[in-house]
Structure formats: C-alpha cells, structure tokens
C-alpha cells in the first residue's frame, strides 16, 4: 500500500510632462478600442473558458483543437451547453456551459454574448475567487469530483462481472481532466471470505493503490487473490475493510469490478518493506514585485516503511529568476546551467524527512505566473512507488508594473591634470568637492547662468541608444534632447556679483525603458573618459546607481527597467586630461560661439530649470539644490526661479 502524487521625468520642465500626459490619454483612449482577435480555421487551436461545477471558480481558460468544437463527437465542447454562469447558479441546480468565440469554418461559437465575450477577455475569470486557473478539488463535492472523474473516463479497465477470470492483476484507469488541479484516487483489491458482494461481508483489502493525481491519464492495477474477489475505483484515502455498516460511499466509488470464484481461504501476503520518498514544494510569497525575493522551501519524506538510500532532488527554476542562496538540511547542493538546482541528501530513513530552502530574486523579465515543481528519486525505490516523486506546482506572480518613459540627464565636468587616476579623483573627498574641483562644461554656443563657478565651454559630444536601437544625438532637430542650466543657491560675492555652482546640464526625454547606452563620442580636445558619479544617497535618496550595468572608456549601459521602472537618471560623467597636460577648449564649436570660462554673459543662454519646482520634480535636481547649498560659506540665498526659453537654437 502506498501512496502517490502524480502530474504529466526628474529633470523634465513643466511643458514635457504635459506633453507626456497627453500622450499617456490618447495612447489608452486607443487601448479602450482594441479587442482580441477571435479565432479563425487557420489556427488549428482556438482558447475557451471550460465550464466547471464550482460556483468559486466556475471556468477555466483551456486550448483545445478546433476539432474539439466542431460539433462533432461525444466529447465535444459544443455540447457542453447550458446558460452562462451567474451567481448562485449552483444553487438554483443550473448546469452552466462553455464560453466559446467563434471560428470561422468550424464553430459560430457558444454563449458568445457580452456577458460571455467580457468572462473570456478576462482570462475565464469569473466568480468570487475565480482565476481561469485550476480547480481545487476541494471545491467541489465529493458526487460532482465523482461524475467528473466518470465523465473524463476514468474506470475499471476490465468487465465489472469477470466470473471464469483467472487474471492475477486487475487495471484501472484514472482519467483527470485539465480544469482539475488534481484528485486523490483510491484502487483497491479486496478477498471476500463471506462469499458475496451485496451486502458487504467483511471484506478485506488485498492490494491498494492511492495517489493525488495530476491531469492527465493514469493507468494503475493491483494484485488480486486466487479466490473470490472484488476490485474498486474510489475517491479518497484507501478504505481497508468493508462491511454492511460502511462499504464505499455512493458518491465516492467511481467504478468496480468482481469475479465470484472460490471462496477465500488464504490470508493476504505479508506487506514488503520498501522505502517512498515523497517532495512537497511552497513558497513564502505567491506575488511579489520585480527584484523581490523570497523562499521556495522543499520537504523530501520517506513515507514507506524501508530507509531510502542515495536521495537525490531536483528543482528546475525559471530562468529569470536570481537564484541567491541555497540551504539543505542534510548533504550537498550544485547548480548547473538553467538554474537547475540538485541535492545528493543520502540516505533518509523510514519516517524521516529532509529539507531544502532556496532564495531567489525575480528578475526584470520575470512577468507573470513563475510556475515550477521539484522531482525527487531514490536509489532503491521500486518504480511502483515513484508516482509522488514529482511535487504540486507551486505558482508566484510577478508584477512588472508599467513601463515608464525615461528622462537620462548628463553634466559634463573636467578635472585638472593633477587627476589623473580613480584614486586621485576619490581623494578629492566630498561630492560636491568633486564638483568644485572639476567644474560643470558646456558644448559652445551653449549658455549656462551668470556668475557661476564652471570650466567654460568645450567641444564634446553624446548619443544616447534606446532598447529598440534608435540613437538620439545632441542636435537642435532630435525631439528627444533638451539642453537647460540650472544655478539655485549662491557661495558668496565676487566684486560685488554672485556666484554660484554651473549645473548645466544635457537630457534626453520621453525614452523606452530598458537596456539603454550612453556613448561619449567625442571627449574635449586634450581630455578622456575619467570616472562617472551619480547623485550620493546623503545628499537625496535615489536608485540611479541600481541601473547601471558597465561603465568604462566612455561607454555607459543602463538598464531602466532596474530596480523597479526607473524614469530619471542622472549621470556625472568627468573627465580626465591626456597625458597630464591641461588643454585649452579645442575643437569647432558644433553651436556657434565661445567662451573662455569663469562667470559673465557668455552668448546664447541655456534654458533655466531653476526652483521653485513642483512636488513631482525628479529627485535629480533636488539632489543638487540640496548639494550646493551644503557648499555654501556663510550667507546661502535661493535665487528666485525664472524660466529662461532657448535662443536662436
């Protein structure tokens, strides 16, 4: 006797974000108008909403061939008629049937009215706890589970009156359909040492299987007694004895068969001793977000009445997934390739269990239902105990939530010769030491504020690449880039004029999120790719840093998606001199225009992205609102906003 388990914009001024938001409206004002495609002959398959006779989850989305809805056959879903499901039907003794859309050829479909047509848009999601998903048998009484076993095709394989058999095994077979998660199955042999069947005389269990059996088609037997017999289909636990008082349920016995031989006169064989392992799978959350994590905990036990020796357990994770850490409870773990975790465990003895825990962190891909389950096996386990050796499956959903249009910031420093290495450029100290020493740049022609601490104007040149490819460049004609500045707090008076710290800046807005590049092209004459710097976590809280993947020789790849949609990032890209010897400005000025450095009018001005900002100003900014105001000495004063447009651009 044994058992079984069985399964076959931070930077963006005001007029963007309002541009945004009309786009956002009109983009789903379109999305209202959209409908799924219904199904055409050509497909071969064609998605229903499966009638069930649960009134929590009343269907279930299953795809089937178009053959399946032709019309044509006993089992067809055509004939799974009835009115649609509402509420209380159930109760009122109404039999619901399928959702079908039409296919053309094949089928003008089944209930495919509003009501219908809005269930099977929702996945065949209906009810109080409805999914679409699997239905627990435990939602169903034990005469609709039986009926549904019978109408799947589940029996005894062999004629219920076998009078004249001399077969020594007896089959059955266990039919479990798709909309069931599972059912627990019993097939029993019993000897009747009373002689007759009806009514029940004590009749003794010979031989059992029993299993919770996944869908599919399960064939089992049993060994029978060489004298009067009788073989029984049944839901639930094995049921050892039967008498008048008990027998088998009606609602219960699914099918049976018997042969009325000799009587019983022999005791049944002595149980063997073998060991059956048994791997149940759960995890610690079943929705989480994008870079969550949590526990998927595996138990082996060994149920039968013999120690399992060489134990060995398998778990297949979803290849989005970060697998963290692993902990058994006994012997050892490895993982190969396809994050196919295995565990030696040894030997287990009868009675006994082991464990495994495994951390794990939903990747950035990992949308929607990560559904998997774990298989166990046993060096000495006979294959007849081997139909628990794979667990339930165990499914978590993974928000991705709403992809974000991105806004990618860049100011443009330059250190002296005297940084020239990593080293000597974190010794400068502070962040915003980081900044004085290496002043804020702009492309010539290119205006930042009045007064303001900076290196001048320089030739340089960025493109920035989208997930989908498409390279955005620092011209007047991309709709993507803005230049702007930004000067907010005073360090004190020269000559009577007040100076500030330059932040101008560079943007490139409205962006798909996802892998995104940022390529320095061209560096100031004389200067190279030094070291990049976001915004410190002191100064305002951010995740930019969570979203970069590489950095070097003026190659700098984002993944904005990271770690949950990141919509602004700001970037500090410094440059170090060539050689050690500090260079003029170089090169031809791409805007028209020159400077050579410090305060003062400088030509055409940057468009002013001053304070006050709104509440939903990106954290970037603030950041460096909040930064040169820890720069000042003595008095700080705010200097009032005002918005500056661009000129002749």
Excluded at 222 to 231: F, G, I
């Amino acid at each position: 006797m044994y058992s079984s388990v069985l399964r076959p914009a931070r930077t963006s001024p005001l007029w963007l974000m309002l541009a945004s938001m009309a786009i956002i409206s009109l983009i789903f004002s379109l999305f209202a108008f959209v409908r799924p495609a219904l199904a055409t002959g050509n497909d071969q398959k064609v998605t229903i909403c499966h009638a069930t006779h649960s009134e929590t989850n009343p269907y279930v989305k299953i795809t089937v061939d178009n053959s399946a809805v032709d019309g044509e056959g006993n089992n067809d879903h055509s004939h799974h008629t009835g009115p649609i499901w509402y509420s209380g039907a159930k109760g009122d003794g109404v039999d619901w049937g399928d959702i079908i859309p039409p296919v053309d050829g094949v089928t003008d479909g089944l209930n495919w009215t509003s009501d219908g047509q809005s269930i099977w848009e929702n996945g065949c999601a209906a009810g109080e706890t409805g999914t679409g998903l699997c239905i627990p048998s435990s939602d169903l009484s034990d005469a609709d589970l039986r009926d549904l076993l019978i109408e799947s095709g589940s029996n005894v394989t062999n004629p219920q009156n076998a009078n004249g058999s001399s077969a020594t095994t007896w089959g059955a077979t266990i039919v479990v359909p798709d909309e069931l998660c599972s059912a627990q199955v019993s097939f029993s042999s019993y000897t009747l040492p009373g002689g007759s069947m009806q009514p029940f005389e004590d009749q003794v269990l010979f031989d059992n299987v029993t299993g919770t059996y996944l869908p599919g088609s399960w064939p089992v037997s049993v060994n029978l007694p060489s004298c009067r017999w009788q073989a029984d289909l049944y839901l639930g636990d094995v049921i050892a004895t039967l008498d008048a008082a008990t027998g088998h349920p009606a609602d219960k016995l699914i099918d049976w068969s018997a042969n009325e031989g000799d009587l019983c006169q022999e005791a049944p064989p002595p149980p063997v001793e073998e060991p059956d392992v048994v791997v149940h799978k759960t995890a610690s959350e079943s929705q989480v977000n994008v870079n969550d994590s949590w526990d998927y905990t595996l138990e082996v036990s060994n149920t039968g009445d013999a120690a399992a020796n060489g134990v060995v357990l398998f778990d297949n994770l979803d290849n989005d997934l970060t697998v963290n850490s692993w902990n058994p409870s006994q012997g050892t773990c490895s993982m190969a390739a396809g994050n196919q975790i295995t565990c030696a465990l040894g030997k287990i003895a009868a009675g006994e269990s082991a464990s495994l825990t495994v951390n794990v962190t939903a990747g950035v891909d990992a949308c929607d239902q990560i559904d998997n389950r774990a298989d166990v096996s046993a060096s000495n386990e006979p294959e007849a105990n081997t139909h628990n050796n794979h667990s339930e499956r165990v499914v978590v959903t993974v928000d991705c939530g709403a992809a974000q249009p991105v806004v990618i910031t860049v100011m443009k420093h330059v250190c002296p010769a005297s940084i020239q290495t990593q080293a000597q450029f974190d010794a400068l100290g502070s962040f915003i030491d980081k900044v004085l020493a290496c002043p804020v740049i702009t492309v010539p022609g290119d205006v930042g504020p009045a007064g303001a601490i900076d290196a001048g104007e320089k030739s340089f040149v960025f493109t920035v690449t989208d997930p989908d490819g498409v390279v955005h460049s620092m011209a007047d004609g991309d709709a993507a880039f803005v230049p702007a500045q930004l000067c907010e707090a005073t360090i004190g008076d020269v000559d009577g004029n007040p100076v500030c710290v330059e932040t101008s800046h560079y943007m490139w807005s409205g962006l798909k999120e996802g892998i995104t590049t940022i390529t320095e092209l061209n560096p100031p004459s004389g200067y190279r790719y030094g070291a990049l710097e976001f915004t410190p976590q002191d100064l305002h809280p951010n995740t930019d840093a969570q979203s970069l993947i590489s950095a070097g020789n003026g190659v700098i790849v984002l993944d904005t998606r990271l770690p949950h949609h990141q919509s602004d990032v700001m970037l500090h890209v410094y440059n170090f001199t060539s050689g050690g010897v500090q260079p003029g400005g170089g090169g031809t000025p791409p805007r028209g225009g020159t400077h050579a450095g410090g305060g003062g009018p400088k030509g055409k001005p940057l468009p002013n992205t001053a304070l006050p900002l709104p509440d939903s100003t990106p954290v970037g900014l603030l950041a460096l609102t909040m930064l040169v105001s820890l720069a000042s000495v003595g008095y700080l004063s705010r200097r009032s906003a005002r918005a500056r447009s661009r000129v002749g651009r």
